[in-house]
Protein backbone atom coordinates (compact mmCIF):
# COMPACT_ATOMS: atom_id res chain seq x y z
CA UNK A 1 0.00 0.00 0.00
CA UNK A 2 1.26 4.10 -0.49
CA UNK A 3 2.32 5.20 2.25
CA UNK A 4 0.89 8.48 0.58
CA UNK A 5 -2.49 7.90 0.38
CA UNK A 6 -3.82 5.20 2.49
CA UNK A 7 -6.63 6.56 5.01
CA UNK A 8 -5.89 6.02 8.37
CA UNK A 9 -7.83 6.54 11.67
CA UNK A 10 -6.49 6.87 14.90
CA UNK A 11 -8.98 6.82 18.15
CA UNK A 12 -7.61 8.39 21.49
CA UNK A 13 -5.39 11.71 21.42
CA UNK A 14 -3.36 10.64 24.59
CA UNK A 15 -0.04 11.91 24.17
CA UNK A 16 1.15 8.72 22.43
CA UNK A 17 -2.36 8.62 20.30
CA UNK A 18 -1.41 12.55 19.31
CA UNK A 19 2.25 10.49 18.18
CA UNK A 20 0.74 8.56 15.90
CA UNK A 21 -1.34 10.64 14.40
CA UNK A 22 1.33 13.56 13.70
CA UNK A 23 3.65 10.51 12.79
CA UNK A 24 0.69 9.52 10.27
CA UNK A 25 0.36 13.50 8.65
CA UNK A 26 3.63 13.71 8.66
CA UNK A 27 3.87 10.65 5.89
CA UNK A 28 1.01 12.13 4.41
CA UNK A 29 -1.78 9.67 5.21
CA UNK A 30 -4.93 11.22 5.17
CA UNK A 31 -5.82 11.10 8.94
CA UNK A 32 -8.88 11.46 10.55
CA UNK A 33 -9.03 11.58 14.28
CA UNK A 34 -11.44 10.96 17.43
CA UNK A 35 -10.81 12.17 21.07
CA UNK A 36 -13.74 12.22 23.69
CA UNK A 37 -12.20 15.30 24.34
CA UNK A 38 -12.47 17.01 21.19
CA UNK A 39 -10.76 20.00 22.04
CA UNK A 40 -7.14 18.21 22.09
CA UNK A 41 -7.35 17.24 18.24
CA UNK A 42 -6.83 20.89 17.32
CA UNK A 43 -3.29 20.58 16.73
CA UNK A 44 -3.70 17.99 14.19
CA UNK A 45 -6.65 19.15 12.85
CA UNK A 46 -4.32 22.04 12.22
CA UNK A 47 -1.62 20.35 10.48
CA UNK A 48 -4.47 18.61 8.17
CA UNK A 49 -6.50 15.92 9.84
CA UNK A 50 -9.71 15.44 9.82
CA UNK A 51 -11.88 15.95 13.39
CA UNK A 52 -14.55 13.11 13.64
CA UNK A 53 -17.73 14.29 15.29
CA UNK A 54 -18.21 10.36 16.41
CA UNK A 55 -16.83 7.27 16.83
CA UNK A 56 -18.77 5.82 14.25
CA UNK A 57 -17.89 8.84 11.62
CA UNK A 58 -14.41 7.95 12.67
CA UNK A 59 -14.57 4.16 11.93
CA UNK A 60 -16.38 4.97 8.84
CA UNK A 61 -13.55 7.09 7.56
CA UNK A 62 -11.00 4.37 7.06
CA UNK A 63 -9.57 0.62 6.40
CA UNK A 64 -7.28 0.94 8.83
CA UNK A 65 -8.64 2.21 12.27
CA UNK A 66 -5.90 2.72 15.44
CA UNK A 67 -6.85 2.70 18.69
CA UNK A 68 -4.56 3.89 21.49
CA UNK A 69 -6.82 5.10 24.69
CA UNK A 70 -6.11 4.25 28.74
CA UNK A 71 -6.89 0.65 28.85
CA UNK A 72 -8.85 -2.17 27.24
CA UNK A 73 -12.42 -1.56 28.72
CA UNK A 74 -11.95 1.93 27.09
CA UNK A 75 -11.20 0.34 24.25
CA UNK A 76 -14.49 -1.62 24.41
CA UNK A 77 -16.88 1.32 25.60
CA UNK A 78 -15.53 3.20 22.73
CA UNK A 79 -15.87 0.73 20.22
CA UNK A 80 -18.74 -1.71 21.29
CA UNK A 81 -21.92 0.56 20.09
CA UNK A 82 -20.24 0.53 16.90
CA UNK A 83 -19.04 -2.74 15.89
CA UNK A 84 -21.37 -3.63 13.69
CA UNK A 85 -18.81 -0.49 11.58
CA UNK A 86 -16.19 -2.59 11.95
CA UNK A 87 -16.70 -5.49 9.75
CA UNK A 88 -13.85 -5.61 6.68
CA UNK A 89 -12.19 -3.08 8.45
CA UNK A 90 -8.40 -3.32 10.69
CA UNK A 91 -8.50 -2.96 13.45
CA UNK A 92 -5.19 -1.94 15.39
CA UNK A 93 -5.14 -1.68 19.27
CA UNK A 94 -2.09 0.18 20.51
CA UNK A 95 -3.63 0.32 24.11
CA UNK A 96 -1.13 -0.98 27.04
CA UNK A 97 -3.13 -4.45 28.61
CA UNK A 98 -2.27 -7.57 29.62
CA UNK A 99 -1.85 -11.34 26.71
CA UNK A 100 -5.10 -12.18 28.29
CA UNK A 101 -7.09 -9.36 27.85
CA UNK A 102 -5.70 -9.13 23.68
CA UNK A 103 -6.75 -11.86 23.13
CA UNK A 104 -10.49 -11.66 24.10
CA UNK A 105 -9.96 -8.68 22.07
CA UNK A 106 -9.08 -10.31 18.92
CA UNK A 107 -11.98 -12.68 19.73
CA UNK A 108 -14.50 -9.85 19.92
CA UNK A 109 -13.00 -8.10 16.98
CA UNK A 110 -13.12 -11.55 14.92
CA UNK A 111 -16.81 -12.39 15.48
CA UNK A 112 -17.89 -8.38 14.50
CA UNK A 113 -15.73 -9.45 11.01
CA UNK A 114 -12.55 -6.91 11.97
CA UNK A 115 -9.15 -8.07 11.46
CA UNK A 116 -7.43 -7.08 14.79
CA UNK A 117 -3.70 -6.76 15.11
CA UNK A 118 -2.94 -6.16 18.96
CA UNK A 119 0.49 -3.88 19.20
CA UNK A 120 2.87 -2.39 21.54
CA UNK A 121 4.79 0.73 21.18
CA UNK A 122 8.26 0.40 22.32
CA UNK A 123 9.22 4.07 22.91
CA UNK A 124 7.42 7.52 24.20
CA UNK A 125 6.03 9.52 22.39
CA UNK A 126 8.84 11.20 21.30
CA UNK A 127 9.74 8.33 19.76
CA UNK A 128 7.14 7.75 17.54
CA UNK A 129 7.99 7.73 13.64
CA UNK A 130 11.72 6.70 14.38
CA UNK A 131 12.84 4.39 12.51
CA UNK A 132 15.22 2.88 15.11
CA UNK A 133 11.88 2.70 17.31
CA UNK A 134 10.22 -1.06 17.84
CA UNK A 135 6.60 -1.49 17.66
CA UNK A 136 5.37 -4.91 18.08
CA UNK A 137 2.24 -6.55 16.43
CA UNK A 138 0.75 -9.74 17.11
CA UNK A 139 -2.61 -11.44 15.96
CA UNK A 140 -2.95 -11.54 12.23
CA UNK A 141 1.03 -11.73 10.03
CA UNK A 142 -1.33 -10.88 6.77
CA UNK A 143 -2.76 -8.16 8.08
CA UNK A 144 0.86 -6.90 8.97
CA UNK A 145 2.31 -7.43 6.09
CA UNK A 146 -0.26 -5.61 4.33
CA UNK A 147 -0.35 -2.79 5.92
CA UNK A 148 3.11 -2.83 6.64
CA UNK A 149 3.72 0.37 4.30
CA UNK A 150 1.01 2.11 6.39
CA UNK A 151 2.15 1.02 10.04
CA UNK A 152 6.13 1.44 9.47
CA UNK A 153 6.02 5.05 9.80
CA UNK A 154 5.22 4.88 13.13
CA UNK A 155 8.35 2.77 13.56
CA UNK A 156 10.30 -0.46 12.94
CA UNK A 157 7.20 -2.89 12.50
CA UNK A 158 8.24 -6.40 14.46
CA UNK A 159 5.95 -9.59 13.73
CA UNK A 160 5.59 -11.39 16.34
CA UNK A 161 2.98 -13.95 15.45
CA UNK A 162 -0.57 -15.11 14.91
CA UNK A 163 -1.18 -15.43 19.09
CA UNK A 164 -2.66 -11.67 19.68
CA UNK A 165 -0.96 -12.00 22.89
CA UNK A 166 2.57 -12.14 22.32
CA UNK A 167 2.61 -8.38 21.63
CA UNK A 168 0.79 -7.33 25.52
CA UNK A 169 3.49 -10.81 26.85
CA UNK A 170 6.44 -8.97 24.96
CA UNK A 171 5.62 -5.86 26.35
CA UNK A 172 5.65 -6.96 29.85
CA UNK A 173 8.81 -8.73 29.88
CA UNK A 174 10.96 -5.97 27.84
CA UNK A 175 9.62 -3.39 30.19
CA UNK A 176 10.83 -5.49 33.23
CA UNK A 177 13.82 -5.38 31.82
CA UNK A 178 14.18 -2.12 31.12
CA UNK A 179 13.69 -1.80 34.88
CA UNK A 180 16.21 -3.85 35.92
CA UNK A 181 18.46 -1.96 33.85
CA UNK A 182 17.79 1.31 35.14
CA UNK A 183 18.15 -0.10 38.43
CA UNK A 184 21.43 -1.79 38.47
CA UNK A 185 22.75 1.35 36.27
CA UNK A 186 20.92 3.97 39.16
CA UNK A 187 23.18 1.38 41.70
CA UNK A 188 26.43 1.63 39.67
CA UNK A 189 25.58 5.35 39.19
CA UNK A 190 25.07 5.80 42.86
CA UNK A 191 28.40 3.89 43.83
CA UNK A 192 31.08 5.14 41.35
CA UNK A 193 29.43 8.70 42.42
CA UNK A 194 30.30 8.56 45.92
CA UNK A 195 34.05 8.81 44.88
CA UNK A 196 33.29 11.86 43.08
CA UNK A 197 32.41 10.01 39.85
CA UNK A 198 29.76 11.85 37.23
CA UNK A 199 27.28 10.47 36.14
CA UNK A 200 27.68 11.31 32.46
CA UNK A 201 31.44 9.85 32.50
CA UNK A 202 30.14 6.15 34.45
CA UNK A 203 27.19 6.18 31.57
CA UNK A 204 29.81 6.05 29.19
CA UNK A 205 31.44 2.71 30.24
CA UNK A 206 28.20 1.54 31.00
CA UNK A 207 26.89 1.44 27.68
CA UNK A 208 30.30 -0.28 26.17
CA UNK A 209 29.67 -2.51 28.96
CA UNK A 210 25.82 -3.27 28.03
CA UNK A 211 27.47 -4.52 24.66
CA UNK A 212 28.91 -7.09 26.28
CA UNK A 213 26.52 -8.05 28.16
CA UNK A 214 23.99 -8.00 25.37
CA UNK A 215 26.16 -11.15 24.14
CA UNK A 216 25.85 -12.65 27.01
CA UNK A 217 22.26 -12.97 26.75
CA UNK A 218 22.44 -14.32 23.14
CA UNK A 219 24.81 -17.05 24.83
CA UNK A 220 22.70 -17.22 28.10
CA UNK A 221 19.60 -17.46 25.77
CA UNK A 222 20.45 -21.11 23.69
CA UNK A 223 21.19 -22.57 27.11
CA UNK A 224 18.48 -21.75 28.16
CA UNK A 225 16.09 -23.35 25.34
CA UNK A 226 18.60 -26.39 25.50
CA UNK A 227 17.95 -26.31 29.78
CA UNK A 228 22.01 -26.88 29.51
CA UNK A 229 23.99 -24.53 31.94
CA UNK A 230 27.86 -24.87 31.15
CA UNK A 231 29.66 -23.07 33.43
CA UNK A 232 32.54 -22.57 30.95
CA UNK A 233 32.38 -18.15 30.96
CA UNK A 234 31.62 -17.91 34.86
CA UNK A 235 30.26 -20.35 37.42
CA UNK A 236 27.08 -19.09 40.01
CA UNK A 237 30.14 -20.01 42.56
CA UNK A 238 31.92 -17.18 41.16
CA UNK A 239 29.89 -14.64 40.91
CA UNK A 240 28.79 -15.31 44.63
CA UNK A 241 32.03 -14.06 45.43
CA UNK A 242 31.68 -11.23 43.24
CA UNK A 243 28.61 -9.91 44.41
CA UNK A 244 30.23 -9.60 47.86
CA UNK A 245 32.80 -7.52 46.60
CA UNK A 246 29.66 -5.24 45.32
CA UNK A 247 28.50 -5.40 48.73
CA UNK A 248 30.95 -4.38 50.54
CA UNK A 249 32.00 -1.34 48.24
CA UNK A 250 28.50 -0.06 48.63
CA UNK A 251 28.27 -0.44 52.81
CA UNK A 252 31.93 1.64 53.10
CA UNK A 253 29.95 4.32 50.40
CA UNK A 254 26.50 3.99 52.61
CA UNK A 255 25.11 2.96 49.26
CA UNK A 256 21.59 1.18 49.30
CA UNK A 257 22.22 -2.39 48.69
CA UNK A 258 18.59 -3.92 48.31
CA UNK A 259 19.11 -4.82 44.54
CA UNK A 260 22.41 -6.68 44.53
CA UNK A 261 21.35 -8.23 47.45
CA UNK A 262 18.65 -9.37 45.49
CA UNK A 263 20.70 -11.21 42.92
CA UNK A 264 23.07 -13.05 45.40
CA UNK A 265 19.59 -14.41 47.28
CA UNK A 266 19.17 -15.65 44.02
CA UNK A 267 22.48 -17.06 43.39
CA UNK A 268 23.02 -18.46 46.80
CA UNK A 269 19.03 -20.54 46.01
CA UNK A 270 20.86 -21.61 42.89
CA UNK A 271 24.09 -23.08 44.83
CA UNK A 272 21.70 -24.39 47.40
CA UNK A 273 19.90 -26.59 44.79
CA UNK A 274 23.66 -28.29 43.56
CA UNK A 275 23.91 -25.50 40.93
CA UNK A 276 27.02 -23.82 41.73
CA UNK A 277 28.93 -24.27 38.86
CA UNK A 278 26.51 -23.74 36.77
CA UNK A 279 25.96 -20.33 34.48
CA UNK A 280 24.23 -17.62 35.72
CA UNK A 281 21.11 -18.71 33.14
CA UNK A 282 20.63 -21.70 35.43
CA UNK A 283 19.15 -18.54 38.09
CA UNK A 284 15.79 -18.65 35.29
CA UNK A 285 14.91 -21.68 37.33
CA UNK A 286 14.10 -19.02 40.71
CA UNK A 287 11.40 -17.28 38.53
CA UNK A 288 10.26 -19.99 37.15
CA UNK A 289 7.97 -20.87 40.49
CA UNK A 290 5.58 -24.12 40.05
CA UNK A 291 1.64 -23.16 39.04
CA UNK A 292 -0.69 -24.63 41.25
CA UNK A 293 -1.99 -27.30 39.33
CA UNK A 294 1.98 -28.52 38.82
CA UNK A 295 3.91 -29.99 41.67
CA UNK A 296 0.81 -31.48 43.46
CA UNK A 297 0.38 -35.12 41.91
CA UNK A 298 -0.30 -38.06 44.52
Known sequence: MSTQNTPVTVIGLGQMGAALAGAFLDAGH????????????????ARGAVRAATVAEAVAASGLVVVCVLDYPAVRDLLGPVAGELRGRTLVNLTSGSPEQAREEAA?????????????????????????????????????AGHRAALGVLGDPVDLGADAGLASLY??????????VFGGWLHGTALTGADGVPAKEFTAVAVRWLRTVS????????QIDAGEYPGDDATIDVQVATVGHLLHAGEARGIDGRLPRLHLELMKEAVAAGHGGDSYARVIDSFRKARPSEGSGS
Do not use: Q
Open 171 to 180: DSGLLGLMWS
Open 108 to 144: WAAGHGAGYLDGAVMTTPPGVGDSESMILYSGGPELL
Open 30 to 45: PTTVFNRTPEKAEPLV
Open 215 to 222: WFLSTYAD
